[in-house]
Every structure is written in C-alpha cells, then in structure tokens.
C-alpha cells in the first residue's frame, strides 16, 4: 500500500475512534464515526484523481505560444528553468499587457479542485483562474480570478488578492506573498452554487492544511465568481497588465492540475510520491537527480534509492558522462578489450570506458591503463566535462587563482577555473574548490544538468 494512503487510513481511524469514545449518545458515536472515515476515505480517493493541465516539462524552452495547446500572445510568456535553481521546467509570465489560455474543464453544475505552483519575482498586475470564454481576453472574462495589483500608492504590498462577486468591491485581499517564493495554491471551484475557496502554503510537496484556508479582511473564506456565466468553464486563463503595471514585471506559474472528481482534494499532486527514497523532495540536489532520472541517464543505485553520498569511480563516469553527452538511451555495445589493460573483453562497463576514451575525453590513468575502480575527483571531473562539452582539442584559459586551494600552478587549475566561469561549479565552500575529494553521486548530477544543460 502506498505509505501516504496507509497514513490517511491510519488518521481516520485514529480521528474516528476519538469521536466514537467522546460522543455521548450510541447514535452520535455511529454518525460522527461514520462521518469520519468518510471523510477520510473521500481524501484518499481524490488523491488519484488530479490530471494534469500542464507541466512543462515536456515543452522547448522557447516562447509557450503553440507549444501543448497554449494559446497566447507572442513575448508574454514562455518555458524556462526554474530560476530556483536545477532542471525543472516552468512557465515565466511578464506583466505586460497580455493574455495566454489552455483548455480546462469544469462542467456546469461540477465542483472540481484546481492546484498549482505560483512564484513571482516583482510586483506587477497579473490574475490567473479559470473562465468560461473560448478565446478569453479580458478581466471580465474570469470567474474564479486570483492574482496581484499593480504597485501603487494605495496598494504598496505583494498582497495576493481574488475576485469576488458576492462583496461590494471587485477585489478582495487575502494574504502577503513574499518575492522568490514558491507557493501551493489550491482552488475549490464550485460551478453550481459559482464561488471558489482558496489554500495556500509554501511547504515543497507538503498538502494543504486547514490552517493554510484564506480568508478576506471580513473573515469570509466563499468568494463569488467575478462573472456569473451559469455554464461550464473552458479553459485555464491568464491576463497580464494595464494601468501602471511595470514593464520588467514577471511570476512563474508550475505544476497546473485540475481535479477530476468533485472530492475535496487538498493534496499536493507533487508530493505524493518521490522516485528514490533516500531523496526526498527537500534534498538539496533533488531536481537535478529528478532530471536525469527522467532522461534515463540513472535508475538509481537500486529499484528505490539513488545513494546521493556515494563516490563515483572512473567506471561510473564513464557511464554518466556518455549519457550526459549522448542522451539516456544511448548504448555504445559491449567493449572490444584493446585499449585499456585493466578493462578486459566482457567488462560492465568496457563500451563506455573505450567510447570516452575515443571521443577523447580521457587518456586512462596511465599509458595502458584506465583504473576504472579508482575514485573520480572534482580535479578530474573538471577536465572530463570540458572536453565532453568541446572536444579533445579543447584546452581551457590561462588561470589566474580563483580558489584558494588552486593554486595557478596545480595541474587542473584552468579547468576548475572555467568549470566555474560556466557557472557549473562554485566550489565547495568557503572559497574552495577541493579538487582531491571524490565526486559524489549527487554531486555528479549537478554537474551533468549544467554542463549539457539538461532539462
């Protein structure tokens, strides 16, 4: 059993055998036990049922405009990194005047949870929501409408605000978001009765809590649709700008999903499982693990672990190398034996040992020899992953001291220094580079995503 379902079983059980033995009535100990498990089962059930909007992953890293049914106005939003670092993919929207939209349903009379991951960068005036519009093109156009204001006198703060149909104003403010930080939003919309609710929290993969609902300045947590259309909403809709919205203003959306179910789905469609144990989504080197496992360049060090603390050998480099230059299906055969005298005919790793060596990536260890069990340090890293970048004829420029345990003099000093010049490396710690140590399996993720920029 999934360990997320066995938990959500385990806490209605544990919630409802709190009720039953606190009711005062045998009829209220059945009905609230009742009630609990559900519940809880209702959660559980809608954990399976988010299908996503969009990703991002699979798109080019270009404008979004004609990319997976995106329709939008060409330079208002496009597919770039995460500019919280690794190779996840997300979409960068400028708050200049623009639109941009992707079908998404919600049929009349349905109730159906909408998530997705928000992050902006500087204050500008943009909104985000669903809308009943086959080709939407105006504020007016939304129905559940959540997003910023342009920064203004009146209105200085990054507050978050929505769209609300029931109050005597347009817009209602819910909370203050903080700049470079990634936020699960949670949408319950309610296409029957036509108001939305919203959850918000900043936890990596964590669920929304019952803490995280927001409310306006009145207390109220029910927002009105902007526009009452009373019929299905079509597509996810984004609009950007108007009256003094900032030019260079930009957010990040990610992760868009939109429940299938009218359940109450609260869980984060992200953080529902991890594809190696031992690297959780918080781990430091997550996406960059994420990313090259997705391309097929590790399955890790078993079925469920990765091993990040593990040292590579020269046989490993090999392989991770290979792939990193080639793609994750790339396969060079089984090795002839003739290059290295410590790699024999039937060696695991002998096709990629001899491939490296004839893409002039490395010489061996010696005249005749590889070492392929030998650990691979940062100093040899940097030049493996130069000359797989270049070419055998690369050579790096003259150092000039830019660690302060490379010295201008140490024989890899070049190719730390241009690792670094690449934004590839930083060292580390502490103005250090540690070019003796090996390099770690985490660690040789980073350097594989940079170098090749993988995505």
Known sequence: MNTRLSRVIRGCLVGASH?????????????????????????????????????????????????????????????????SGGGNQVLEVLTESGE??????????????????????????????????????????????????????????????????????????LTALVPGTWYNVWVLVDNDLENYQVWLNSAPGGDAQAGDQLSNDAAETLFGFRTAPGTDLENFFIKTGGGDSPADGRFYLDDIYLETTDDVNLSNPQGIITRFLDVPIDHWAYSFIETIAKLGITSGCDETHYCPTDPVNRA???????????????????????????????????????????DGVTSGCGPTHYCPGSLTTRAEMAVFLLRAKYGMDYAPPTPVGVFN???????????????????????????????????????????????????
């Open 100 to 173: 941009l939209f992707k079908a998404a349903s919600v049929p009349q009379g349905s109730t159906r949870m909408l998530f997705l991951r928000l992050r902006f960068e500087e204050h500008g005036r943009y909104s985000f929501g669903l809308s009943f519009a086959s080709n939407p093109m105006e504020y007016i156009d939304f129905q559940p409408e959540l997003g910023m204001a342009a920064a203004t006198a009146s209105d200085p703060g990054n507050d978050l605000r929505v769209a609300n149909g029931s109050s005597t104003e347009i817009y209602d403010v």
């Open 405 to 455: 345990d490379v010295a201008v003099t140490y024989w890899a000093a070049g190719w730390i220094e241009q690792l670094a010049a690449e934004g590839i490396t930083s060292g580390c710690g502490n103005g250090n580079y540690c070019p003796a140590d090996p390099v770690n399996r985490d660690q040789m993720a980073v350097f594989l995503v940079r170098t090749f920029q993988l995505q």
């Open 316 to 358: 490993q480099m090999a392989v991770f190398v290979e792939q990193g230059m080639r793609g994750g299906a790339y396969d060079p055969g089984p090795g002839v034996g003739n290059i290295f005298l410590d790699v024999p005919p039937g060696y695991w790793a002998g096709g990629w040992i001899e491939q490296l060596s004839m």
């Open 19 to 83: 009720l039953f033995n606190t009711a005062r009535t045998w009829s209220a100990r059945f009905l609230s036990l009742t009630a609990v498990l559900c519940a809880g089962l209702m959660v559980v059930n809608a954990q399976a049922a988010f299908k996503a909007v969009e990703t991002f992953d699979s798109l080019n890293l270009t404008d979004v405009n004609g990319q997976n049914g995106w329709d939008s106005d060409p330079g208002i939003a496009k597919v770039v990194l995460d500019p």
